[in-house]
């Protein structure tokens, strides 16, 4: 590679030529012209390509189209390379700043006709809104400039080397540039121009920035406006119509303060928005004003004189066709679904999203975290050795990168705190971008979760913290040290606002134990919430070898390093189906709180500013699952962090059966992100009377007898199952496995684990260990008792290979008042170490020409669940098909598990196969249920859903008990009191053909 080349795409600096200082993304009537659309382009496979492209008279009829916005890798099927997911590496030798000489180099062109209107503008501004990573511009043959920083704007001044009619722009792209050791974010390295280009002709006397930084004091509303243009420009006119605001400032100098009078603040859940406009003679720029003052007083993070909590979660901006490249209607309807499962904030993780997702944010109503584009994981490795962080080199990259993101987005008034990026460790260069935050913007913290000892940041910020450690973070009084910190460092964090930058890891089926943080935001006001990772899945579709489609990650692409399936760990999957989780998570955050007490109901509003006028209460009535009664429930307007006493409806309670009364909060009227009637917040209560469970009969005088036997449904050959309801089945068989979770699949790390870890192993490398998977059965006996037909019972020990550990398994099936009941009773050998996935008996049911196809059940629902995740969970009647009971994750897992069965009745095409009703055991506690096509065996064989094999064959599993989900993938293991420790369970059912 020549040496000029080498130093250029080596070159840590932000580039040359780029306008400085950067500005506001603005809505303003100046001509403008939109260069998306079709482009002529070549990849090249080293960055050492001959450059006469750029010149006016090269032909480049030979090249291809590509679409502009877009990912080079992700047009062509493959033509041009292929996606890479790496989260914590590198995928190109570490030797900063140098990249290898096979750096894929995308060459674009165009023609492009400048108005002939655009002849009196003062200059003619082209802007990228987002290249990855490195690129270089020419005009008509004229080298304009390059610039680095992918996620971020850069505009250039091509006003000499523009002219009347036919214009060429040719583009040059590096994949990779001494700025990708600064943007090793956790997502795709995704090449190309991938937002858009603009040509705008700014007008002689118009304004280059406008900011209009808000306050919001008793009731009032204060506007102080920066206003950047030649004095030329002025006089310059702010008008706010609805407030009847017209200031007119005559010179920069008169540029004051204006007093907006009585306003409406701006908040998440009331994001009042008024139109404004800042013009001059020669341009106007409109914009969207929100009235809301950002503070920290104490230990409290404040809008609006108010706590605030984040119920958030961190968004990439990912699409599984279109990658990065921005879709407003998708985009609009992403943020429409957080809101109707309460996410009241984002954070951007880890680089401003497009400009547009905030004027979304603004309208709809969010707390965001802004972060900057910055990233150096892949420097752990080296125990952060070479860290561009700390690097003088590096620095001016640095502040360009912070400069950006503030200059661009500070208008929003979404926008309630800056982050510096993420992961990055920490040194001079973040302390420097720090420095020049605080000076721009006084108002609004600074985040960045790497400065563990709070020496230029705001706000205390963690990832991953476990309940416990953040009870002890948020816990008044207590002096024990904070992670990396010495006592004094830690007095000064917990004297700051504390929030989880991320928790939760979302990854496949999980995570667990949501409730527990959230029962510590509302005991610990220093607890301000946190960020969920993450939103969504980050899929890409493609296809699979037997030509289906699948979403596709880390390996699927033949990288040389990846980071597998890390990249599909969101609450949303990536053809944008919610998984149970974000369920889960929106009944745990839910804004309004039941509480309920004989005949009344304390209703408590959660939210931060809000009453509860937009709301509707209704009530409804159930026995054992069918309406018998409903209705409105009124409930006098609750203000925010209020409570208030309701008298409930006169319940009618089924003598013989349950009872439940459910209450709704739904929105009264429609909203721009739902529709009238949903469901923001619900609640239920067990109403039922006691009903005794049918006693066990315990037969004595139990005699071997084998041969064939009928028992109601049932019938037996040598007492195994072979025929229930007519139709053919094996089983029950001893089921401890589960298909591992990712939570399953990851190794401990020893901190505050279930007393049943080994750190650096997983679970599911235990429960392979231990032959949980590969279980086989040796009968003990078959016996019957004395003298009658009416019962049998089989004995067996179920151990695996190689292993002396077992598990005794006692059948009982009888008929009990003309019933058939199955009783088993699972008890465990001493010596098992770890903890168990679960504890079921399985029924494989073949075809038999109609399949067992799906469910109706009287238990927990509609959604799956789990110990330590059954908030969204409600006592109801529901039914499925056999595909909608699975969840697909993009890595099949253990999935479908519903949680306090009663009674379950399996259908084929419609029509009842058999019922089935389980009995409570003598501690009280409900089995569950999971139907599928796929044994747990078969599923912790597949890497992706495609995998599987064919199947003719339902399987049905009836479980005492399951371990919970965690967050191990990335976070702490299952909390003690929901892990499954072996131990002795019972399981009873009561049968009856359909």
């Known amino acids: 590679m020549p040496s000029e080349l080498s130093a250029y795409v080596s070159d840590p600096t932000p580039g040359r030529g780029a306008l400085r200082p950067a500005r506001s993304w603005l809505h303003s009537d100046a001509p403008s012209l939109s260069?998306?659309?079709?482009?002529?382009?070549?990849?090249?496979?080293?960055?050492?390509?001959?450059?006469?492209?750029?010149?006016?008279?090269?032909?480049?009829?030979?090249?291809?189209?590509?679409?502009?916005?877009?990912?080079?890798?992700?047009?062509?099927?493959?033509?041009?390379g292929r996606p890479i997911y790496t989260n914590i590496q590198f995928p190109f030798p570490i030797d900063p700043p140098h990249v290898p000489d096979e750096n894929p180099t995308g060459d674009y062109r165009r023609h492009f006709a400048v108005p002939a209107d655009w002849s009196d503008a003062e200059r003619i501004v082209l802007r990228f809104d987002g290249v990855e990573s490195l690129f270089r511009v020419w005009v008509n043959g004229v080298?304009?400039?390059?610039?680095?920083?992918?996620?971020?704007?850069?505009?250039?001044?091509?006003?000499?080397?523009?002219?009347?009619?036919?214009?060429?722009?040719?583009?040059?792209?590096?994949?990779?540039?001494?700025?990708?050791?600064?943007?090793?974010?956790?997502?795709?390295?995704?090449?190309?121009?991938?937002?858009?280009?603009?040509?705008?002709?700014?007008?002689?006397?118009?304004?280059?920035?406008?900011?209009?930084?808000?306050?919001?004091?008793?009731?009032?509303?204060?506007?102080?406006?920066?206003?950047?243009?030649?004095?030329?420009?002025?006089?310059?006119?702010?008008?706010?119509?609805?407030?009847?605001?017209?200031?007119?400032?005559?010179?920069?100098?008169?540029?004051?303060?204006?007093?907006?009078?009585?306003?409406?603040?701006?908040?998440?859940?009331?994001?009042?928005?008024?139109?404004?406009?800042?013009s001059t003679a020669a341009e106007s720029i409109a914009l969207r004003v929100g009235f809301r003052t950002v503070e920290i007083r104490g230990d409290r993070f404040l809008v609006n004189g108010r706590r605030v909590v984040f119920h958030g979660v961190n968004r990439h901006e990912a699409h599984p066709v279109r990658g990065r490249v921005f879709d407003e209607e998708h985009a609009r309807e992403d943020l429409a679904r957080m809101k109707r499962f309460n996410v009241n904030a984002i954070r951007t993780s880890h680089y401003p999203p497009h400009p547009r997702l905030l004027d979304l944010a603004d309208e709809l109503g969010f707390w965001v975290v802004l972060e900057c584009d910055l990233e150096t994981h892949g420097f752990e490795k080296l125990g952060w050795v070479g860290n561009p962080s700390d690097d003088p080199a590096w620095r001016e990259a640095y502040l360009d990168r912070i400069r950006r993101t503030v200059e661009r987005d500070k208008n929003h008034p979404s926008i309630v705190i800056w982050s510096l990026g993420n992961e990055s460790g920490t040194g001079s260069n973040l302390a420097a971008m720090s420095a020049w935050v605080h000076a721009r913007d006084a108002e609004r913290p600074v985040h960045y979760e790497g400065d563990y000892t709070g020496e230029y940041t705001?706000?205390?910020?963690?990832?991953?913290?476990?309940?416990?450690?953040?009870?002890?973070?948020?816990?008044?009084?207590?002096?024990?040290?904070?992670?990396?910190?010495?006592?004094?460092?830690?007095a000064r964090q917990r004297a700051k606002p504390f929030l989880l930058c991320e928790y939760a890891h979302a990854m496949g089926n999980g995570p667990g134990a949501l409730d527990q943080y959230e029962a510590l935001?509302?005991?610990?006001?220093?607890?301000?919430?946190?960020?969920?990772?993450?939103?969504?899945?980050?899929?890409?579709?493609?296809?699979?070898?037997?030509g289906s489609a699948y979403h596709a990650y880390g390996g699927d692409f033949g990288e040389v390093v990846h980071d597998g399936n890390f990249v599909m760990d969101g609450m949303l999957l990536s053809d944008d189906v919610p998984t149970p989780s974000l369920y889960e998570y929106k009944a745990v955050v839910q804004p309004v709180r039941f509480v309920f007490d004989g005949d009344k109901v304390a209703v408590t509003n959660l939210r931060h500013s809000a009453d509860t006028s937009d709301l509707r209460f209704r009530w409804r009535v159930e026995h054992d699952g069918t309406?018998?009664?409903?209705?409105?429930?009124?409930?006098?307007?609750?203000?925010?962090?209020?409570?208030?006493?309701?008298?409930l409806p006169p319940v009618p309670v089924a003598p013989e059966g349950e009872t439940w009364l459910?209450?709704?909060?739904?929105?009264?009227?429609?909203?721009?992100?739902?529709?009238?009637?949903?469901?923001?917040?619900?609640?239920?209560?067990?109403?039922?009377?006691?009903?005794?469970?049918?006693?066990?009969?315990?037969?004595?005088?139990?005699?071997?007898?084998?041969?064939?036997?009928?028992?109601?449904?049932?019938?037996f050959v040598d007492g195994c199952l072979v025929n229930l309801a007519g139709r053919a089945v094996t089983g029950p068989r001893l089921e401890l496995f589960r298909a591992p979770t990712d939570n399953d699949e990851s190794p401990s790390d020893g901190v505050e684990e279930s007393d049943a870890s080994v750190p650096g192993v997983s679970n599911a490398e235990l429960w392979?260990?231990?032959?949980?998977?590969?279980?086989?059965?040796?009968?003990?006996?078959?016996?019957?008792?004395?003298?009658?037909?009416?019962?049998?019972?089989?004995?067996?020990?179920?151990?695996?290979?190689?292993?002396?550990?077992?598990?005794?398994?006692?059948?009982?099936?009888?008929?009990?008042?003309?019933?058939?009941?199955?009783?088993?009773?699972?008890?465990?050998?001493?010596?098992?170490?770890?903890?168990?996935?679960?504890?079921?008996?399985?029924?494989?049911?073949?075809?038999?020409?109609?399949?067992?196809?799906?469910?109706?059940?009287?238990?927990?629902?509609?959604?799956?669940?789990?110990?330590?995740?059954?908030?969204?969970?409600?006592?109801?009647?529901?039914?499925?098909?056999?595909?909608?009971?699975?969840?697909?994750?993009?890595?099949?897992?253990?999935?479908?598990?519903?949680?306090?069965?009663?009674?379950?009745?399996?259908?084929?095409?419609?029509?009842?196969?058999?019922?089935?009703?389980?009995?409570p055991d003598t501690h009280g506690r409900r089995p569950g249920f999971t139907l599928s096509r796929h044994t747990p065996q078969e599923l912790a064989r597949a890497g992706h859903p495609y995998e599987l094999p064919a199947s003719t064959t339902s399987r049905l599993t009836i479980d005492a008990a399951q371990h919970g989900l965690g967050s191990r993938s990335c976070g702490p293991d299952v909390w003690p009191e929901f892990a499954l420790r072996p131990e002795a369970r019972t399981i009873r059912l009561r049968i009856t053909a359909g």
């Open 662 to 715: 459910t209450i709704d909060a739904v929105l009264a009227t429609a909203a721009p992100w739902a529709p009238q009637g949903h469901v923001v917040a619900t609640v239920q209560s067990d109403r039922s009377p006691h009903i005794p469970v049918p006693a066990v009969r315990h037969r004595t005088g139990w005699r071997p007898d084998a041969g064939t036997l009928t028992l109601g449904a049932a019938e």
């Open 143 to 278: 080298d304009i400039g390059s610039a680095a920083g992918s996620r971020l704007a850069h505009e250039f001044d091509i006003t000499p080397a523009v002219r009347p009619g036919d214009n060429v722009i040719a583009v040059r792209v590096h994949q990779w540039s001494a700025a990708s050791y600064v943007e090793d974010q956790d997502q795709w390295w995704l090449p190309g121009i991938f937002r858009d280009v603009t040509l705008t002709a700014r007008p002689a006397g118009g304004i280059e920035d406008v900011w209009l930084r808000t306050g919001f004091h008793d009731g009032r509303g204060r506007v102080e406006a920066e206003i950047t243009a030649e004095g030329s420009a002025f006089p310059v006119t702010l008008r706010i119509p609805e407030l009847g605001v017209e200031q007119v400032w005559e010179t920069a100098a008169d540029v004051t303060p204006v007093d907006a009078g009585e306003v409406e603040p701006w908040s998440a859940e009331r994001p009042r928005l008024y139109d404004a406009t800042v």
């Open 627 to 647: 309406p018998v009664d409903a209705g409105d429930l009124e409930v006098p307007v609750v203000a925010a962090g209020e409570s208030g006493w309701v008298s």
């Open 35 to 80: 260069l998306n659309g079709a482009w002529r382009f070549r990849l090249s496979p080293t960055a050492s390509v001959a450059q006469d492209f750029a010149a006016e008279e090269f032909d480049d009829h030979g090249w291809e189209s590509i679409p502009v916005p877009s990912h080079w890798v992700l047009e062509g099927d493959g033509a041009h």
């Open 768 to 919: 392979r260990r231990d032959g949980l998977d590969r279980l086989t059965a040796r009968r003990v006996s078959v016996e019957r008792p004395h003298d009658r037909t009416d019962a049998l019972r089989t004995l067996d020990k179920v151990s695996a290979a190689n292993s002396a550990l077992f598990v005794m398994v006692e059948s009982v099936w009888s008929l009990e008042a003309g019933e058939l009941e199955l009783r088993v009773e699972i008890e465990p050998s001493r010596g098992w170490s770890t903890v168990w996935p679960r504890i079921g008996i399985r029924f494989d049911l073949p075809d038999g020409g109609a399949p067992v196809d799906g469910a109706e059940w009287f238990g927990l629902g509609p959604s799956e669940s789990y110990p330590d995740s059954l908030r969204a969970a409600r006592t109801g009647r529901f039914s499925s098909g056999i595909d909608d009971l699975s969840v697909d994750y993009a890595r099949p897992q253990e999935t479908g598990h519903r949680s306090g069965l009663r009674r379950l009745t399996l259908t084929s095409t419609g029509t009842e196969v058999f019922r089935l009703e389980a009995l």
């Open 458 to 490: 705001d706000v205390y910020s963690r990832m991953y913290a476990s309940a416990a450690e953040t009870e002890r973070i948020g816990t008044a009084g207590t002096d024990t040290p904070l992670l990396n910190c010495t006592p004094a460092q830690s």
């Open 521 to 546: 935001v509302h005991e610990h006001p220093r607890l301000h919430g946190g960020f969920v990772w993450e939103w969504r899945d980050h899929g890409i579709l493609t296809t699979a070898p037997d």
